[in-house]
Structures are given as structure tokens and as C-alpha cells.
């Protein structure tokens, strides 16, 4: 018997961490700890005199801008730009590309150039990590995540550097470049030009069309992505046009280009509409100017935090319409935050069948979305407005002196992981940016991702049926 449970033990100990990890069955609760030390890890490392010009600032404010960088957020207590040395800037750049990709993509590819096959368990842990619903071929998706990221930030970075090397000098010009190029692709929204984000280049075409681009596609999701270069690069091969093509995009892809465009086309129309007579954004503007302002900052809610406009002189009707775009948020298994675009989607078709009485349940591109699919986005729904009133409470006891908007608008674009503040970022108190750490970091998560990470789920009783309950509703 002791013979036997040495060996079980050597076994064990044999086994690669991550295995045992994997084998856990809580990938949830692994994604929280590695998410949580990559966030200290990078705040120490900020922290230090070698990756700051001058004076570091507080240990709180670098955790802060660490835990917003991993979060894909772009909130910050200081000024990036002037703060940090270029050492710090790299060190940001790494943290908000192992945000945006997720920390087990980026462990898979070290891990595979040391074994060549996974486990079953291993599979299913990197497969949740990088948004796969399946283990069909798990290193070979996380492969080309990898090469389409570099692609993507690759061509970012040549374009804005054309107009940035205009600007300053060559090693200074390449390197805004390639940190604003992973900042938007990453839908980070940090960049390092200066406190004013994006403001200066409000009427510059290419640097607004660049980055708008790079938000889109970090935003649309991996799984969005694959499908569109696939059925686009079969169109060149046998001759069919796009628009054929476009009927056999999955049900998924679908949802999630239709939903994405039409909050784009909305959001610019709506902005242009609310600030048509606002001085301090579009009323002063040209034509053309206006329409690009409008288009930026409707993109820019798609959870990527820039903004060539000063989003605190934006009417009190545009704030609450951002706040709405920005819960959103972008779509699932991409870089950015918020609800996703599907969870949005689905709860609108089910309420439309339910007002319209035409289905029992939501049917999306005649395709029925299954009772349980239902459910998780109606509890998703509730979780992220449940947490929101709770920080808000909190926000509003430790921030006394701040009115009930800022703090709102503050608090949505935390947990959203959008990244732009009506300016009260800077003075929040100690509890206040606590707060708000807690929030990007359960919005980078999800927040139903964090409850089962502590939550055991109980086994589902399908053997009982009770008798209908008479509750009258409305």
C-alpha cells in the first residue's frame, strides 16, 4: 500500500503544473490568479526609479495604471506620456498586450515550444482562456491569434508612423507609434502623445482612420475575425463576390457584425445630433471634421478609451447615451469589455418575440437561442447592473465632494473596460480608485466569470418538475 501511494505521488508530482492546474476543472478561478499576479507583478515593475522620469509616483497610482493596463481599460491616475520612461512604456506595452490577448494565450505559446501535445485538460484550459468553444485543434487557433494580432499592429504601426515621424524625431515617432498601434488594437486606450489623448489629431484622417480600424478589429472577437478572412479568401479563389459569401457566415459572426455596425451608425448619428450645438465638441467644426469626431467617439465606445474631444464638455444627453454604448460594449472572445454585442443582441430579439408574441423564445437569423443561452445573458445582465449599483453606492460614500454622473459615467467605463473619464480619474480618493480597480478587473473577467470562479455551481436536479407558480408580473 505505501508502495502504491509513493508511486500515485511521484506521478503527481511528474505531471506539468499546468496539468494539475487544468485538472482543477476551474478555469475561471485560474484565469482570476494569473490575472490578479500578472497585475502586481507589472505594478511592482512600474514602480521602480528605472521605469519612471523623475519621481515614481505612488505605489497605489502605478497598481492602478498596471491593473488598467492588463484590464484593457485605459483609465490612469497619471499622465503615462510624462510619467514613465521608455523602460515603463515597454513594460505597458507588455502588460496591455498580455491583457488583450489574455494571459493563457500568451502561456500556451511558450508552452507549446516546450511540449509538442497537450492534454485533454490543458485544452480545455487554453481553449476558455482564448475564447474557443471547442478543442478542435486548440494550438493551431492559439497560432493564429498570435500571427493575426502581429499582422494587425504590424500595418497599424507603418501607418501612424507616416504621420507621427512628421511630428517628432525618428526614434520618438516609431516608438508612439507602436505603442498607440497595440493601445488600439489592444482597445487599451492609453497612449503616449500627452494628457489630451487623442484631442490634437481630431481632424487628421489617417491617424483617426488607423486606430479606428485597429478598435474594430480587436473588438470583433478572434473567432470573427478567422471566419471573415476565410470567406473573403474564398471569394478570390472561385470568383464570388463578398455578398454571397456573406450569407454563410456562422450565426455568431453574424450577430456580431450586424450588432457592431448598427451601434456604430447609431452612436456617430447620435453624437452628431446631442453636440450639433455644443461649442466645446462639434459646433465650432467643419463639415467633414464633424463627421469624423462623431464616427471616432462612437467607435471609441466599442471599449477602447481614446477620444479626440474633451469628453467632460459633452452634454448631459451624450453622456447617458455613452454610458449605455459603452455596457455594450465590444463582442466576445476579442480585446474589448463590456456585456458583448451577442449578450445585447439576444436580450433585444428576446424582448421583440416577447412584445411581438411571434416566439416563445429568441429567434435570431431563424435560428432558435436555447433556453439556457437565454438565461446566461439575462443573468449576465443582472449581474453587471447589480455590481454597478454597489460600486456606485461605495463610489458615492468615498467621493463625498463628486456629483452622481461623473462617478456613473467613471464607474460604467471601468467595469466596460472603455477607458474615457469626464476628468475626475486623477482626483479620486485612495477607497474611490480601489473601487474602480475592482470594477476593470471584474469587467475584464466578466463579471459571471469572477461568481463561479468562488462559486461552486450545484448539479442541476432534471428529476424533480414542480407545479407552476401563480405570480402575476407587471
Known amino acids: 500500500m505505501a508502495r502504491r501511494n509513493e508511486t500515485f505521488i511521484d506521478s503527481f508530482r511528474t505531471k506539468p503544473l499546468l496539468e494539475r492546474l487544468a485538472e482543477a476543472n476551474n478555469p475561471e478561478k485560474i484565469f482570476f490568479i494569473v490575472f490578479l499576479i500578472v497585475i502586481v507583478a507589472g505594478s511592482v515593475i512600474l514602480y521602480l526609479p528605472v521605469s519612471n522620469n523623475g519621481r515614481p509616483a505612488p505605489y497605489i497610482d502605478n497598481l492602478f495604471v498596471a491593473c488598467s493596463a492588463v484590464c484593457v481599460t485605459g483609465l490612469s491616475t497619471v499622465t503615462a506620456a510624462t510619467q514613465y520612461s521608455v523602460f515603463g512604456k515597454l513594460i505597458m506595452i507588455l502588460l496591455m498586450q498580455i491583457g488583450g490577448l489574455g494571459p493563457m494565450t500568451i502561456i500556451a505559446i511558450i508552452y507549446q515550444r516546450n511540449r509538442k501535445r497537450m492534454a485533454t485538460t490543458e485544452k480545455k484550459l487554453f481553449a476558455a482562456g482564448s475564447g474557443k468553444s471547442d478543442l478542435y485543434d486548440v494550438p493551431a487557433y492559439i497560432r493564429r491569434i498570435i500571427f493575426f494580432t502581429v499582422m494587425f499592429e504590424l500595418a497599424g504601426f507603418a501607418l501612424l508612423s507616416l504621420r507621427l515621424l512628421t511630428l517628432y524625431e525618428t526614434g520618438t515617432g516609431f516608438f508612439n507609434a507602436l505603442f498607440l498601434s497595440v493601445s488600439a488594437f ?8 500627452g494628457s489630451q489623448s487623442l484631442v490634437g489629431f481630431a481632424g487628421d484622417p489617417l491617424i483617426n482612420f488607423t486606430v ?5 478589429t480587436g473588438g470583433l472577437g478572434f473567432v470573427v475575425w478567422f471566419e471573415l478572412y476565410d470567406l473573403i479568401k474564398a471569394s478570390f479563389k472561385t470568383g464570388n463576390v463578398v455578398r454571397r459569401k456573406r450569407r454563410k457566415l456562422s450565426v455568431h459572426a453574424s450577430v456580431v457584425v450586424r450588432t457592431t455596425v448598427i451601434l456604430l451608425i447609431s452612436g456617430m448619428l447620435l453624437f452628431m445630433l446631442t453636440e450639433a450645438v455644443n461649442p466645446a465638441t ?24 481614446f477620444a479626440t474631444v474633451n469628453i467632460g464638455s459633452c452634454t448631459r444627453p451624450m453622456l447617458l447615451i455613452m454610458c449605455i454604448y459603452m455596457l455594450i460594449g465590444g463582442s466576445p472572445g476579442g480585446t474589448a469589455g463590456g456585456m458583448k454585442t451577442t449578450t445585447a443582441a439576444v436580450l433585444f430579439r428576446s424582448a421583440v418575440n416577447t412584445l411581438d408574441n411571434e416566439h416563445e423564445d429568441a429567434v435570431i437569423r431563424w435560428r432558435r437561442v436555447s433556453p439556457a443561452l437565454l438565461k446566461q445573458a439575462f443573468v449576465i445582465l443582472f ?50 480608485k480601489l473601487i474602480i480597480m475592482v470594477l476593470m478587473f471584474v469587467g475584464r473577467l466578466g463579471p459571471l466569470s469572477v461568481y ?23
Not at 397 to 421: D, K, N, Q, R, Y
Open 186 to 193: 489592444t482597445n487599451a486606450g492609453f497612449d503616449t502623445i
Open 212 to 216: 479606428m480600424m485597429l478598435i474594430i
Open 282 to 305: 462639434l459646433k465650432n467644426e467643419d463639415g467633414g471634421v464633424k463627421l469624423l469626431i462623431s464616427l471616432f467617439q462612437s467607435v471609441t465606445l466599442r471599449t477602447a478609451g
Open 383 to 432: 449581474l453587471y447592473v447589480m455590481t454597478l449599483i454597489a460600486a456606485l453606492i461605495l463610489l458615492t460614500l468615498a467621493e463625498p465632494a463628486t456629483e452622481l454622473l461623473p462617478l456613473m459615467f467613471e464607474a460604467i467605463s471601468a467595469i466596460a473596460t472603455v477607458g474615457i473619464s469626464m476628468g475626475i480619474t486623477a482626483s479620486l480618493s485612495p477607497a474611490g
Open 452 to 474: 463561479l470562479a468562488f462559486h461552486k455551481a450545484k448539479k442541476p436536479n432534471n428529476h424533480v418538475t414542480y407545479p407552476d407558480a401563480a405570480i402575476i408580473i407587471g
